[in-house]
């Protein structure tokens, strides 16, 4: 019987000013795969201000010391004129769509996510007694310590007779006294993420809610969740992340689920599917020739590519 | 009785109305020329903000299409297709569409074909793009155009296949630049079927307008609908947008919403019935009140796709 399982991977790079590289996606080696069908692809350029703001949460250095906060409460101070990267996709060894790069927000055709839920393309079935296991990586500053997965929700329906099913978890805290520190991993463990005995299940979706302090901002400190199928395969990957410890927390945690950015759909009707020995490439560009006066004009750019991996059981 | 293939075509009027009056679209507007039925989908509208400074703030920020205009639609020998007369919001406000948020820096304005448009082998597309921002030294950034589209038929045959150019350096007011065509050609094998289209008007657009504090806006971006506008014609076959009145991006593609719009440009648009079709010779009437104190600019569009036999 076919099965497809969700994977999320991410890549997380750093580009100098001129500079090309690729980042090569492929899913997840499951034996006896067949065909992967690519769902969509999310690009986040990562602001200066979202790094350098102390008022953003901003976890690398204070903000320069010419700063000012506009009307807006932003940051001010000095800021690349342009934020954006150069890109183009296509299949290893079967080239790119595109001769030339263009700028990313170009090949932006979903909007953004209204509620913390990844739909998958293809519902992922769960067999009686088997269960789900998923648990959060408190991301942030080690002093932010106050955002913490509250809850994951797998949405989805019986097979037996077509009725709505949802298997579930919560982490129990003790209100907003409770605090965890980053890196600290809370299990969300439940048997109601259990696939009931008497039918199969068919899960369409995954969300989440997490619990937040009105002094931390989401975006900088929030958890990693993660999930772990019954055979130990987690959903979310990050693939590689640039040498030098640069890469913040945020940038390695922020929503898979739920992309903080707007979509590039791809999908099996649009022709974006797979075999198993294909891999998806893109390739970005940073549009900078050299380093500004008082801006650094390396881009860190993370790319994290969803879908679905249609398998054979045995 | 050959096979029907489908063309886009959007026609522009740029019009404005005094104070207080009601006034007819020119009649040659939205005529259909051809020989072929032109299906409508849409009218859109965008307003035009003037944003140089005035004696009232408040006035000088107008420019809105939202509440202050009135509608009338009918089609020449057939007679009308509202029977009453509404405001834009009543009329152009449809919203069993959620429109897409258009922002500075990831989101396009994108444009769905509500049919398959095909694109020949070697064949391809002009496109024109024109800094129209109405903000005094408004400059756009890399403006671009990413159509999406397959080669092969549907199912697991389908091929994704993308056209895309970009002007790679800022285009400053009131000016324009043909976008590279090398990348805007089918040079498969086969023909390629057209799905979307995106366009931007720029990745962030850097504006040396001041705020009313004295302070400028810096890098905050507004890419209003019509801020840049575009001209797109396939090399061969008949043409999109014959007008050579370039025609602003959200008149194009109407289904988006800019991220940042105090004035309620728009886009707006009007759904026509379905089966609503202009045959040749026919021509869609448009009589537009204004109900304001002061005279207001539009752009309207019309499109639909020409059922070319």
């Known amino acids: 019987m076919t099965n497809y399982l969700p994977f999320a991977q991410r890549e997380i790079l750093e580009l100098e000013p001129a500079e090309i590289k690729h980042v090569r996606l492929s899913s997840f080696g499951v034996e006896g795969s067949s065909r992967v069908i690519l769902q969509d692809l999310a690009v986040r350029v990562f602001g200066f201000n979202e790094d350098y703001s102390p008022d953003r949460g901003g976890d690398i250095d204070p903000a320069p010391a010419q700063a000012s906060t506009d009307e807006w409460g932003w940051a001010g101070g000095p800021e690349r004129t342009v934020e954006y990267v150069l890109m183009r996709y296509g299949w290893d060894g079967k080239g790119y769509l595109l001769e030339e790069c263009q700028p990313h927000g170009e090949f932006v055709n979903g909007g953004r996510t209204l509620s913390p839920t990844w739909r998958f393309i293809k519902p992922y079935r769960i067999d009686p007694g088997q269960r789900l296991r998923a648990h959060g990586v408190q991301g942030g500053r080690a002093e932010a310590q106050s955002l913490f997965p509250g809850g994951v929700l797998f949405f989805g329906k019986r097979v037996k007779d077509g009725r709505p099913y949802h298997l579930y978890a919560t982490h129990k805290v003790g209100g907003r006294a409770e605090k965890v520190a980053n890196n600290a991993v809370l299990d969300l463990n439940s048997d109601n993420l259990r696939c009931p005995v008497d039918s199969p299940l068919l899960i369409y979706g995954v969300s989440y809610h997490m619990l937040c302090d009105i002094n931390n901002m989401v975006t900088t400190n929030s958890a990693l969740i993660q999930v772990v199928d019954p055979n130990e395969r987690e959903w979310f990957k990050l693939a590689r992340v640039p040498a030098g410890n640069v890469v913040t927390q945020r940038q390695a945690t922020e929503g898979w689920i739920d992309p903080p950015v707007s979509l590039i759909n791809l999908g099996e009707e649009r022709g974006w599917i797979q075999e198993k020995d294909e891999t998806f490439i893109v390739e970005l560009e940073n549009p900078y020739t050299d380093q500004g006066e008082t801006v650094d004009n390396t881009l860190t750019v993370s790319v994290t590519l969803r879908g679905s991996v249609e398998v054979e059981d045995a | ?309």
Not at chain 2, 175 to 193: E, H, Q, R
Not at chain 2, 252 to 261: H, L, T
Request: glycine content about 10%; overall charge negative.
């Open chain 2, 1 to 309: 009785m050959g096979e029907t293939k489908f063309v886009p075509r959007w026609l522009p009027q740029r019009v404005t109305i005094p104070a207080g009056a009601t006034r007819p679209l020119p009649a040659s507007g939205f005529a259909n020329t051809e020989l072929w039925p032109w299906r409508l989908h849409w009218m859109s509208v965008t307003g035009v903000p003037k944003l140089e400074t005035d004696e009232d703030p408040r006035r000088a920020y107008m420019g809105g299409v939202a509440s202050r205009l009135t509608w009338q639609l009918g089609i020449s020998q057939k007679g009308d297709i509202n029977l009453r007369t509404l405001t834009t919001d009543a009329m152009l406000g449809t919203a069993f569409r959620l429109p897409q948020k258009a922002d500075s820096t990831d989101v396009p304005f994108r444009f769905r074909f509500p049919a398959e448009v095909v694109l020949p082998p070697d064949s391809g597309l002009v496109a024109r793009v024109s800094n129209t921002y109405q903000v005094e030294n408004g400059v756009i950034h890399s403006p671009g155009i990413l159509v999406n589209g397959y080669h092969g038929s549907r199912g697991i045959d389908r091929e994704p296949a993308q056209l895309a150019a970009y002007g790679p350096a800022n285009l400053g007011p009131k000016s324009a630049i043909p976008l590279d065509a090398a990348d805007l050609f089918n040079d498969g094998g086969d023909d390629m079927l057209l799905h979307e289209m995106m366009l931007t008007g720029g990745c962030r657009l850097l504006s040396t307008y001041e705020g009313q504090n004295g302070d400028p806006f810096g890098t905050a971006a507004w890419p209003f609908g019509t801020a840049h506008s575009w001209r797109i014609n396939p090399t061969t076959g008949i043409e999109w947008m014959p007008d050579p009145t370039p025609i602003p991006a959200g008149n194009i593609a109407p289904w988006n919403r800019p991220q940042y719009d105090p004035w309620n440009a728009g886009p707006r648009a009007y759904v026509f019935p379905e089966d609503t079709v202009l045959d040749p010779t026919q021509r869609l009437s448009v009589k537009v009140g204004n109900v304001d104190d002061v005279a207001i600019t539009l752009n309207v569009a019309l499109f639909g796709l020409l059922e070319v036999q």
